[in-house]
């Protein structure tokens, strides 16, 4: 039978859930759990990672069990006259320069909906120069990678993202090429 008004129409249907007392319980079992989480990680206990691009000493992730919900850091090491991989990913990030000298490429987004979604990227990359001190930013979906210029020092850049976008629905991270060595 068709519904003869809108009262009539928000009442049809059976199904029942129980989505927010379970997420008011949830909520009551998060903020117990936060009292016990880190306000400070040792450097002892930061790990690192060989990862596709690169070595990586995880500073502030969401497997370190820390009270920061939303950012990730990472410390990346580039030895001597190397480089990280080359990703994507639908987050912004920031690096700081903590040491050494290089330079990014960068292969900026070329987006379209007007009709339809159309991703495409700069065919040629930018390059960008880095020093100590220097800050980078990476906008969302651009390819990018990194390079130590100097042949025989390490490189190390403090890398971070907010995890957020990831927890809206938009977890996009595409490895294009690994960093040597993985």
Known sequence: MKPVNERDAAHIGAETCNFRSEMIQQSAEFRKAYEGMLNVVHAEDMPFENSPDGLLKHLCHEKLNTRECCIEAYMQ??????????????????IFIAEGTGYDLHWDLKFDCIDKFVWEWEAKPKRYEWQRGDFIYLPPFTIHQHFNAD????????????????EMGFDWLDQLENAPGF
């Open 77 to 94: 090491f580039l030895p001597g006259g190397g480089q990280s991989g080359k990703h994507r990913h639908m987050w912004e990030e920031v």
């Open 151 to 166: 042949p025989k020092d390490e490189a190390r850049l403090i890398v971070a993202s907010n995890r957020i976008v990831r």
